[in-house]
């Protein structure tokens, strides 16, 4: 009995937006046509027109089709976005990245730039919120094993380049305080004077 159950159906359906648009007749052949690319086709707008017919071309059995009697699509995530679920949330992605090496006694740092770098990957890749820790990973993957072998590490700061062009984070060590601890204090003038009893 499925009586006052409500049934909550999600995904990313990718490539619905092609059936759609196919129906619609957003499409050209033949000469004189004009082309267009994936990237130029918004998706937005062609979710807009959504109808059953365009889920059973999908792939989706009439019988389920006809079940779910309302439909609600969520727009694709920008940049600003993606950014904010980097940082903002209280288990965000760089918050827990940050409390891993913070068991380490380490300091993690994103540069601004870093994080935006960040999500113009995820945008490029159209992989969403979900490609975010892949790229965090491949930016820390070294940096996570080298760490805890490490005790001269006081801090590490993920800037731009590491992002976009896979250079090695910059590594801020903790040799200056080392070295300021070992050496001996400064002559203050009063020598020591040994009796003879």
Known sequence: ??????????????????????????????????????????????????????????????????????????????????????????????????AMLGFDDVELEFTEDAIGAIADKAIKRNTGARGLRAIVEEALSDVMYETPSDENIKKIVITKACITDGTKPDIIYKANEIKAAKEPPADDGITGIVSNG
Not at 15 to 39: L, P, V
Request: charged content about 25%; proline content about 4%.
């Open 1 to 98: 009995d499925t009586t006052n159950i409500l049934f909550i159906c999600g995904g990313a359906f990718s490539g619905i937006e092609q059936i759609i648009a196919n129906r619609i007749g957003k499409k050209s052949m033949g000469f004189g046509a004009e082309i267009s690319s994936k990237r130029d086709i918004n998706t937005n707008e062609l979710l807009d027109s959504l109808i059953p017919q365009d889920l059973i071309k999908f792939g989706l059995i009439p019988e389920f089709v006809g079940r779910l009697p309302v439909y609600a699509k969520l727009d694709l995530l920008d940049r600003d976005a993606l950014v904010t679920i980097l940082t903002e949330p209280k288990n965000a992605l760089i918050k827990q990245y940050q």
